[in-house]
């Protein structure tokens, strides 16, 4: 069963540091997508970045950077320059060949000013 | 960007009763949408996919009878909760599928009196 593994419930950066946030995930798909997204206090969920499995190149969207290691099946989110309109749950997500996403469990990121 | 909208975004309901939730896709025609439920502080659950001009298919463990899906057209999907309960009291999200991306609606707080 595919499975997507968030092992940071919580975590805090200081408002202009920088923050990486760990997923991890399972499938024996061979071609698949990732994404990060953000859900703020409004509960609407916000598409962050997205990585395409056959893409070596690592995904960026101004200050959100993934890391994707394809062999590790690991794929972690760097924002840079915190900001306190960053402050969300974060989850990561894994779309399978049904088209269907399944999330992490997320991680609550605090910004502190 | 493709927009996704609930309607309605909150309602109550006694216990006993029905209630309907609408998800459209504004600006783009949608052949599958998801719906999803969201426990406080939790993930997104997914409950059954949608297809236009099809049945809906369930989550392992979702009762599709007590969870009516109706996909009439490319741009609208309905949840019907019926002979709802207290259990129920949930925050329903869903989601429009367009070429690997899902867009997500800004979800309904369902609270069963």
């Known amino acids: 069963a595919q499975t997507v593994t968030q092992s940071q419930p919580e975590m805090s950066v200081q408002e202009a540091e920088t923050v990486t946030l760990s997923c991890t995930y399972d499938?024996?798909?061979?071609?698949?997508?990732l994404f990060w997204y953000k859900q703020p206090p409004s509960r609407q969920m916000i598409l962050v970045i997205r990585?395409?499995?056959?893409?070596?190149q690592n995904a960026t969207e101004n200050r959100f950077s993934v890391n994707f290691q394809k062999a590790a099946k690991s794929f972690s989110l760097k924002i840079s320059d915190s900001q306190l309109g960053d402050a969300a749950m974060y989850f990561c997500a894994h779309l399978n060949r049904d088209d269907k996403i399944i999330f992490g469990k997320g991680t609550r990121l605090h910004i502190l000013p | 960007g493709a927009v996704v909208s609930q309607h309605p975004s909150r309602v109550i309901c006694k216990s006993g009763t029905s209630v309907k939730i609408e998800c459209r896709s504004l600006d783009f025609q949608a052949t599958t949408m998801f719906w999803y439920r969201q426990f406080p502080k939790q993930s997104l659950m997914l409950m059954a996919t949608?297809?236009?001009?099809?049945?809906?298919?369930?989550e392992q463990g979702v009762e599709k009878d007590k969870f009516l899906i109706n996909h009439a057209s490319l741009t609208l999907s309905t949840l019907t909760v019926t002979s709802a309960h207290p259990e129920d009291s949930s925050f329903y999200i869903c989601s429009a599928a367009q070429v690997y991306e899902q867009y997500f609606g800004p979800g309904t707080r369902l609270t069963v009196t």
């Open positions: 499938t024996s798909e061979s071609d698949y997508y």
């Open positions: 990585q395409e499995a056959y893409k070596q």
């Open positions: 949608s297809n236009e001009g099809s049945k809906a298919t369930y």
